[in-house]
Protein backbone atom coordinates (compact mmCIF):
# COMPACT_ATOMS: atom_id res chain seq x y z
CA UNK A 1 0.00 0.00 0.00
CA UNK A 2 2.54 2.51 -1.05
CA UNK A 3 -0.01 4.52 -3.13
CA UNK A 4 -0.37 8.03 -1.45
CA UNK A 5 -4.16 9.32 -1.14
CA UNK A 6 -4.92 12.49 -2.22
CA UNK A 7 -7.18 14.98 -0.14
CA UNK A 8 -10.52 13.62 -1.52
CA UNK A 9 -10.00 9.89 -1.17
CA UNK A 10 -8.71 10.90 2.48
CA UNK A 11 -11.67 13.07 3.48
CA UNK A 12 -13.62 10.18 1.54
CA UNK A 13 -12.81 7.47 3.60
CA UNK A 14 -12.72 9.27 6.77
CA UNK A 15 -16.46 10.42 6.05
CA UNK A 16 -17.67 6.68 5.18
CA UNK A 17 -16.29 5.76 8.46
CA UNK A 18 -17.73 8.76 10.69
CA UNK A 19 -20.78 7.71 8.93
CA UNK A 20 -20.81 4.45 9.27
CA UNK A 21 -19.50 4.43 13.44
CA UNK A 22 -22.36 7.14 13.63
CA UNK A 23 -24.81 5.32 12.27
CA UNK A 24 -24.16 1.86 14.09
CA UNK A 25 -24.15 3.66 17.31
CA UNK A 26 -27.59 5.46 16.44
CA UNK A 27 -29.15 2.34 14.92
CA UNK A 28 -28.13 0.03 18.02
CA UNK A 29 -29.98 2.07 20.43
CA UNK A 30 -32.98 2.12 18.84
CA UNK A 31 -34.04 -1.52 20.46
CA UNK A 32 -33.10 0.17 23.77
CA UNK A 33 -35.09 2.95 23.23
CA UNK A 34 -38.27 1.30 22.38
CA UNK A 35 -40.81 1.73 24.88
CA UNK A 36 -43.44 -0.32 22.88
CA UNK A 37 -44.07 -3.68 21.28
CA UNK A 38 -44.16 -5.20 17.83
CA UNK A 39 -46.00 -7.87 16.83
CA UNK A 40 -44.65 -11.23 17.06
CA UNK A 41 -42.11 -11.63 14.04
CA UNK A 42 -40.33 -8.66 14.05
CA UNK A 43 -36.64 -9.20 14.31
CA UNK A 44 -34.77 -6.33 15.54
CA UNK A 45 -36.45 -2.63 15.71
CA UNK A 46 -33.74 -1.22 12.68
CA UNK A 47 -34.23 -4.66 10.68
CA UNK A 48 -38.36 -4.03 10.92
CA UNK A 49 -38.27 -0.28 10.22
CA UNK A 50 -36.49 -1.23 7.08
CA UNK A 51 -38.56 -4.09 6.00
CA UNK A 52 -41.73 -2.35 6.85
CA UNK A 53 -43.81 -1.20 3.91
CA UNK A 54 -46.76 0.17 6.47
CA UNK A 55 -49.39 -1.76 4.25
CA UNK A 56 -51.69 -2.54 7.18
CA UNK A 57 -52.58 -5.90 6.38
CA UNK A 58 -50.95 -7.04 9.96
CA UNK A 59 -53.41 -5.41 11.17
CA UNK A 60 -56.73 -6.29 9.08
CA UNK A 61 -55.18 -9.85 9.50
CA UNK A 62 -55.21 -9.96 13.10
CA UNK A 63 -58.36 -11.73 14.39
CA UNK A 64 -58.10 -10.44 17.91
CA UNK A 65 -58.16 -6.93 16.92
CA UNK A 66 -54.34 -6.51 19.04
CA UNK A 67 -52.64 -4.86 16.32
CA UNK A 68 -52.85 -1.12 16.09
CA UNK A 69 -50.81 1.20 13.71
CA UNK A 70 -48.37 4.53 14.93
CA UNK A 71 -50.40 7.94 13.69
CA UNK A 72 -48.33 10.22 11.85
CA UNK A 73 -48.08 11.77 15.28
CA UNK A 74 -45.86 9.64 16.59
CA UNK A 75 -43.14 10.66 13.70
CA UNK A 76 -42.60 9.77 10.66
CA UNK A 77 -40.28 7.27 11.67
CA UNK A 78 -43.12 4.88 13.22
CA UNK A 79 -45.97 6.30 11.31
CA UNK A 80 -48.36 3.83 9.84
CA UNK A 81 -46.27 0.90 11.46
CA UNK A 82 -47.96 -1.84 13.82
CA UNK A 83 -47.55 -2.12 17.30
CA UNK A 84 -49.48 -4.32 20.43
CA UNK A 85 -50.13 -3.50 23.60
CA UNK A 86 -50.17 -7.20 25.01
CA UNK A 87 -51.39 -5.21 28.63
CA UNK A 88 -54.75 -4.32 26.70
CA UNK A 89 -54.95 -6.79 24.15
CA UNK A 90 -53.04 -10.20 24.23
CA UNK A 91 -51.97 -11.41 21.20
CA UNK A 92 -53.25 -15.13 20.88
CA UNK A 93 -49.83 -15.80 18.79
CA UNK A 94 -51.54 -16.90 15.65
CA UNK A 95 -49.61 -16.10 13.05
CA UNK A 96 -52.00 -14.32 10.92
CA UNK A 97 -49.97 -11.53 11.26
CA UNK A 98 -46.76 -13.15 9.44
CA UNK A 99 -48.85 -15.01 7.53
CA UNK A 100 -50.29 -11.94 5.36
CA UNK A 101 -46.86 -9.51 5.56
CA UNK A 102 -45.38 -9.22 1.90
CA UNK A 103 -42.01 -7.26 3.10
CA UNK A 104 -41.33 -10.40 5.48
CA UNK A 105 -40.50 -7.45 7.92
CA UNK A 106 -42.86 -10.13 10.35
CA UNK A 107 -41.55 -13.37 9.53
CA UNK A 108 -41.64 -17.30 11.59
CA UNK A 109 -38.75 -18.12 13.94
CA UNK A 110 -36.87 -20.02 11.53
CA UNK A 111 -36.65 -17.03 9.67
CA UNK A 112 -35.01 -15.23 12.16
CA UNK A 113 -38.59 -13.50 13.65
CA UNK A 114 -39.40 -13.42 17.24
CA UNK A 115 -42.35 -14.83 18.68
CA UNK A 116 -41.42 -13.18 21.97
CA UNK A 117 -42.94 -9.76 22.04
CA UNK A 118 -42.01 -9.57 26.14
CA UNK A 119 -42.28 -10.85 29.40
CA UNK A 120 -44.59 -10.86 32.44
CA UNK A 121 -43.84 -9.71 35.70
CA UNK A 122 -45.63 -10.06 38.54
CA UNK A 123 -46.41 -6.95 41.05
CA UNK A 124 -46.93 -8.02 44.42
CA UNK A 125 -48.67 -5.06 45.14
CA UNK A 126 -51.27 -5.69 43.34
CA UNK A 127 -51.38 -9.69 42.80
CA UNK A 128 -54.01 -10.99 45.01
CA UNK A 129 -52.00 -14.04 45.73
CA UNK A 130 -49.69 -11.82 47.89
CA UNK A 131 -52.20 -11.19 49.73
CA UNK A 132 -52.76 -14.97 50.65
CA UNK A 133 -55.94 -15.10 48.63
CA UNK A 134 -56.10 -18.38 46.70
CA UNK A 135 -55.64 -17.26 43.53
CA UNK A 136 -54.12 -18.83 40.40
CA UNK A 137 -56.12 -17.20 36.83
CA UNK A 138 -52.95 -16.24 35.45
CA UNK A 139 -51.19 -19.80 35.51
CA UNK A 140 -54.24 -20.61 34.39
CA UNK A 141 -54.28 -19.30 31.55
CA UNK A 142 -50.87 -18.97 30.11
CA UNK A 143 -50.26 -21.05 26.98
CA UNK A 144 -47.02 -21.27 27.57
CA UNK A 145 -45.24 -24.34 29.25
CA UNK A 146 -43.71 -23.42 32.62
CA UNK A 147 -44.01 -19.88 32.32
CA UNK A 148 -45.65 -19.33 35.33
CA UNK A 149 -45.61 -21.63 38.89
CA UNK A 150 -46.69 -21.29 41.97
CA UNK A 151 -44.39 -21.07 44.66
CA UNK A 152 -46.34 -21.24 48.24
CA UNK A 153 -49.03 -20.37 46.77
CA UNK A 154 -47.73 -17.09 44.78
CA UNK A 155 -46.88 -16.73 41.22
CA UNK A 156 -43.49 -17.06 40.24
CA UNK A 157 -42.41 -15.89 35.72
CA UNK A 158 -40.05 -17.89 34.38
CA UNK A 159 -38.78 -14.77 31.60
CA UNK A 160 -37.60 -17.23 29.47
CA UNK A 161 -40.60 -19.28 28.94
CA UNK A 162 -43.02 -16.45 28.73
CA UNK A 163 -43.58 -14.83 24.97
CA UNK A 164 -45.31 -11.67 26.52
CA UNK A 165 -48.80 -12.50 24.99
CA UNK A 166 -50.65 -10.80 27.41
CA UNK A 167 -53.17 -13.43 27.92
CA UNK A 168 -52.29 -13.41 31.66
CA UNK A 169 -52.97 -9.92 32.45
CA UNK A 170 -56.08 -10.15 30.59
CA UNK A 171 -57.55 -12.92 33.47
CA UNK A 172 -55.90 -11.31 36.06
CA UNK A 173 -58.95 -10.54 38.53
CA UNK A 174 -57.65 -7.74 40.50
CA UNK A 175 -58.40 -4.79 39.84
CA UNK A 176 -55.10 -2.89 39.76
CA UNK A 177 -53.44 -5.88 37.79
CA UNK A 178 -51.02 -8.23 39.36
CA UNK A 179 -49.00 -9.54 36.33
CA UNK A 180 -47.34 -6.99 33.84
CA UNK A 181 -46.15 -7.41 30.43
CA UNK A 182 -42.45 -5.49 30.34
CA UNK A 183 -40.44 -5.38 27.35
Known sequence: MNERLNRRQFLSMNWDATVGFVGNLVLSQLDDEREFFRPPGASTEVEFLTL???????KNACPEETISLFSLASGAKLANTPFIDP??????????CIDV???????TIANGGSAVVGFADIL??????FKDVMC??????????????LDN??????AENCNGCGLCVSRCISVDKGIWIKL
Do not use: E, F
Open 124 to 129: PDNCLA
Open 52 to 58: CTRCGLC
Open 153 to 158: GKPVVI
Open 101 to 107: CPSHALT
Open 87 to 96: NIRPCTMCGK
Open 136 to 149: DYCIRACPQTQAIY
